[in-house]
């Protein structure tokens, strides 16, 4: 069992920052895939950013592209941490956000787990961070 918590939503300006984290209960993710789902009201899930943290490829959805960027917490006491740096938000990013984890890198892209949604590629999903992006 992995337990995953993400954290760092709120409220935001439009054109504004903010960083998510996500934190496995393990202590490292070295062979897992990892990705940032979201979800706004009335709308389904969608994958928006995802790494493969074994080989280092990532994947991004074109509405975040350019704007987000995944990584893995580089510090020595945070190897089970990753992060998801969202700038230049918009209205349209208000939604439910939540990491996921598959853990065998090995038959699973991130471009994968994010196209699929996490349906069918996901192991454990975090509970969750909102974030609000005002106008």
């Known amino acids: 069992q992995v337990e995953l918590a993400e954290s760092g939503g709120g409220l935001v300006q439009s054109g504004g920052s903010l960083r998510l984290s996500c934190a496995a209960s393990?202590?490292?993710?070295?062979?897992?895939?990892v990705g940032w789902f979201r979800q706004a009201p009335g709308k389904g899930r969608e994958g928006i950013s995802c790494i493969n943290i074994y080989n280092g490829t990532t994947y991004y959805d074109d509405s975040v592209k350019g704007r987000f960027t995944i990584s893995r917490d580089s510090r020595d006491n945070a190897k089970n941490t990753v992060l998801l740096q969202m700038n230049s938000l918009k209205p349209e990013d208000t939604a439910d956000y939540y990491c996921?984890?598959?853990?065998?890198?090995?038959?699973?892209?991130?471009?994968?787990?994010?196209?699929?949604?996490?349906?069918?590629?996901?192991?454990?999903w975090g509970k969750g961070t909102h974030v609000t992006v005002s106008s």
């Open positions: 996921a984890i598959r853990i065998d890198a090995d038959d699973c892209t991130a471009q994968e787990l994010c196209l699929t949604g996490g349906r069918g590629m996901v192991d454990y």
């Open positions: 393990r202590p490292t993710l070295d062979h897992y895939v």
